[in-house]
């Protein structure tokens, strides 16, 4: 019979504890430690529909982005209504504040969760990948600004991410974007002719997205034209170098003037993080101050910042570190299911969080069994056949210390043991 198969881009997690380095739970760990820094910042768990109205995202990620362009997951639902699997989580969050009708009030929102792009699949570029983001809505510039960095050099440290540079920028205030955009205008409009269509399309509704051309006769013609630094206010200038004063001892920041960002609604401060481990695609977070999102999708003036955090590609760049968890492999030897044997195991699990217990389910032989808790990665196997069950004992042997002798221990000191190994 033909196999079915996963869609092109879109891959299974398939955790197994045993193994090390296993991409799985590399994922998952990750995640756990992204949820631990965000509680640690205070910040407030946020979760809206993998499905939203295709207009949403128009509005928002805009007609000049790749993602509205040739990316999105769009479909007719059976009323021919157009929808689509959110490509992004920050027009969702907006959506819901403003419907919530919250949006005269302050929030700081983290969420977790798959996002969908029909790009060209490729190392580490998934039609289906997972996002953990943050957005803080209702703050201006300024402390918001350093709260992000300092979220995303933490997770630099907890994570021990290598060769990580956090690249910055600013896209002025709305004076100096205007007087930069018509400047970029007249410079570009004599070369029109040999700007590709794409290019043409966004010199005309976002010209400043036109910086980040993979067109290289595009990128030559930029090589002279006006450059955003010359444009920036004081106060533009000064956050950036404030940014890197107060963090380049913790992670290292680099200002990069050509950095614009995929996304059409970004106003004010921009970033990237990148890692030489990644190879193409090589940023694993990025994000911004988009400070008019709210009123452009129908909601009050509020200012916001935010970033993603591409999962595969940062648990892909993720040393673990957390020691793996102490795992204990229970063999139950017997030809029927024992009551008293299995409530051992219940036991053994209310004593500790910190030791996963493996009952082994299928029937086999000893041998097997333990062959199977070595697989595993267990450090001891409890063993408890006939025998032990009319003397209410145990055997417990260690796996990992070929030097360490199987003891028996009575089921009322199994306490004192898992007390002990944890
Ligand atoms: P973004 O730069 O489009 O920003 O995506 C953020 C991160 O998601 C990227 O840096 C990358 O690590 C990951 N990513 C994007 N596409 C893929 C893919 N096809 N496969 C694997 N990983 C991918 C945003 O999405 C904005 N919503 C960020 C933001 C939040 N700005 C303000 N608030």
Redesign the pocket.
């Known amino acids: 019979m033909k196999k079915v198969h996963s869609l092109t881009?879109m891959i299974d997690l398939i955790g197994n504890k045993g193994i090390k380095n296993n991409v799985a739970e590399k994922i998952f760990y990750t995640e756990k430690v992204l949820k631990n820094i965000f509680n640690n910042y205070s910040i407030s768990e946020i979760r809206t529909p993998a499905l939203e109205d295709t207009d949403l995202f128009k509005r928002s990620?805009g007609d000049s982005s790749d993602?509205v362009n040739k990316?999105l997951y769009s479909f007719l639902d059976k009323n021919e209504k157009s929808i689509t699997l959110r490509?992004?989580?920050?027009?969702s969050?907006i959506r819901s504040i403003i419907e919530k009708k919250i949006d005269s009030e302050s929030h700081k929102l983290w969420y977790l969760g798959p996002?969908w792009?029909y790009?060209r699949?490729q190392k580490?570029?998934?039609?289906?990948?997972?996002?953990a983001?943050?957005?803080f809505l209702g703050y201006s510039e300024g402390l918001a600004e350093l709260e992000i960095v300092s979220i995303i050099c933490s997770i630099i440290k907890k994570l021990e991410i290598d060769d990580s540079v956090l690249k910055i920028n600013h896209l002025g205030n709305k004076e100096s974007k205007q007087k930069f955009c018509l400047a970029l205008q007249d410079f570009l409009k004599p070369f029109s002719k040999e700007l590709d269509e794409r290019d043409l399309q966004r010199l005309n509704s976002n010209p400043l997205r036109i910086l980040d051309s993979k067109n290289p006769e595009t990128q030559k013609i930029l090589q002279d034209a006006p450059k955003i630094k010359d444009y920036l206010s004081n106060e533009s200038l000064d956050i950036l170098e404030l940014i890197k004063s107060t963090f380049s001892s913790e992670c290292a920041i680099e200002i990069d003037y050509s950095l614009v960002?995929?996304?059409d609604?970004?106003t004010g401060f921009v970033f990237?993080?990148v890692s030489s481990n990644l190879g193409a695609?090589d940023?694993?977070?990025?994000?911004?101050?988009?400070d008019n999102l709210c009123h452009e999708l129908g909601g009050k003036a509020m200012p916001?910042?935010?970033?993603?955090?591409?999962?595969?590609?940062?648990a892909s760049i993720t040393k673990p570190l957390e020691k793996p968890q102490t795992l204990v492999s229970l063999i139950l030897i017997s030809s029927n299911i024992e009551p008293k044997a299995y409530k051992i195991a219940h036991k053994l699990r209310s004593l500790s969080n910190s030791i996963n217990i493996d009952v082994q389910l299928s029937d086999g032989s000893l041998k097997s069994k333990l062959r199977r808790a070595n697989k595993d990665n267990a450090s001891y196997a409890l063993i408890i056949g006939e025998h032990e069950l009319e003397t209410e004992t145990v055997i417990i042997k260690p796996l990992k210390d070929q030097n360490s002798e199987q003891t028996v221990m009575s089921f009322k000191d199994i306490e004192s043991f898992i007390k002990e190994i944890e």
């Open positions: 881009g990620v993602i990316e490509p992004e989580g920050t027009a969050v996002m792009r790009e699949p580490e570029r998934y039609r289906q990948f997972n996002q983001g943050i957005e960002r995929g996304l609604y970004y990237e993080a695609q940023a694993y977070l990025g994000g911004g101050r988009y916001a910042i935010g970033m993603a955090i591409g999962i595969e590609r940062l």
